[in-house]
């Protein structure tokens, strides 16, 4: 087997973690909008909100502990651990007899997902190192997509408890997989060699990237940068979180991630991904048409972001950002007009409903091109390296918290306004564009000394449009170059 091959392979078995994410956020929307669960449980709001929110909520502090743990355990270790915690939480979710195991199980499957939404990196040849670090994007989607088409298919088949157990029981069989087969792949070179294994890591690396030849001299050269790095980093990295606060460059990127995260979660996508049978049903749509539009979103999703992925490098992400939420932002005031003018006793539910169908597969396309991808992929490229741990740590758990709000609040919104509630997330996607126009500069392709020296330097305005900011960026890049020159006129002085 060629040695990309096996990288990508072993990325994807690695990734396995976010279709086990995607399916459990998507699969929740047939859970509590089946009858059997209906009947069984007489849920209000509130507790359906906790059914849905405890998942994410777990996930917080499995994103908290999931950093320590693959740095202490190894990153195998860890994504086993987290398979086990998984299983535990799917099982008591779907042999569930009262909703208090339905919270627990939700709590705890979250706690495992926090530490199976980490992918091994480190493995794959900058070549194709990018494809490798989208598959968890996309594996996600597929973990939705599938979720979508199951909780259909029991919907319209099943009657009885079945109809909402098989759904959460068929999570169970991915994790057992990966749980099973996780420690017969490959540790982390980077992580062996961090923990003085550097003989293992070499033969890791030769395995990766030369069908075990030790001498090969790309294995050769990234062994000795890795070691590079990692004295570096022992050398400059954060000690603690507080550091992320006092310093001035850090702290703007660290507001920029966490804002960012924040603000993905209210363009209202997490509301219509857990709610989608009591939103549809504002309209007049039935459950089961519900959840196939929703199973339908999910295939338009995945066009999205493999768009995204083949062109974020081309328009940018910046413009694309500030493009994607004003696009929300129509399409939900759409939305709330639709919902407000044709309510289900208006028995206007065919043309209206259709509208609303359209919208939100339109409002998803833009949130699945722009605004989720971009959400993972700003973040993880404007920290430095001295940052990048701590601050990616923390605006992840950002997401997990105000996606648990969503989840939470959404429920007891539709039922006691209706409508109305809709025009938040209206307001948040126009907020956000403003927002991303004033405050996020053009990242795309910028070298890491230019992020740091240029970008984010302590000294950079922190609004972005203007005139002062354009002389300060014009100012930077020139000294950056007049730089470069003499420390390479310094080289040639040197060579002689």
Known sequence: MKPHTYQFLVGVFASMGSVLFGYDLGVIAGV??????????????????????????????GAMFAGPAGDYLGRRLTIMLGAVIFLIGGAVQTAAQHLNYLYGGRA?????????TMIIREIAHPSIRG?????????????????????????????????????????LAPAVVLAALILFFPESPRWLVDHDRAEDGLKTLAQLHSNGDVNDSWVRAEFASIQETISFEHDHEAKSYFELFTNPSAFRRLFLACAIQAATQMTGVSAIQYFSVSIYAQIGISADNALKYQAINNILALIAQTLCMMLIDKFGRRPTLIIGNAFNCIMFTI?????????????????AGWGFIIMTWLYN??????????SWIIPAEIFDTHTRSKGVSMATMVSFAFNTLIGQVTSI????????????????????????????????RIPLEQMSAVVFHKDAPWIVVGRRYQNYRAAAEAAEVQKGELEAKKEEINEV
């Open 365 to 374: 396309i833009s949130y699945s091109f722009a605004c989720g991808p971009l």
């Open 335 to 351: 939305v709330t007009i639709l919902l407000a003018k044709f309510p289900p006793e208006s028995d206007s539910g065919g043309t």
């Open 32 to 61: 509590i909008g089946s009858t059997s669960y209906a009947e069984r449980f007489q849920a209000t709001a509130a507790q359906n909100g906790a059914v849905v929110s405890l998942f994410t909520g777990g996930a917080f502090f």
């Open 108 to 116: 705890i499957a979250g706690l495992g997902v926090g530490f199976l």
């Open 131 to 171: 494809r490798v670090t989208g598959l968890q994007q996309f594996m996600l989607g597929i973990g939705s997509f599938i979720a979508g088409w199951v909780s259909w298919g029991c919907f319209i088949n099943l009657h009885d408890d079945a109809q909402w157990r098989v759904p959460l029981g068929i999570q």
């Open 413 to 444: 919104a539709v039922e006691n306004v209706g409508w109305r509630y809709f025009v938040l997330f209206a307001v948040c996607n126009c907020t956000n564009a403003i927002f991303f126009y004033l405050v996020l500069p053009e990242t795309k």
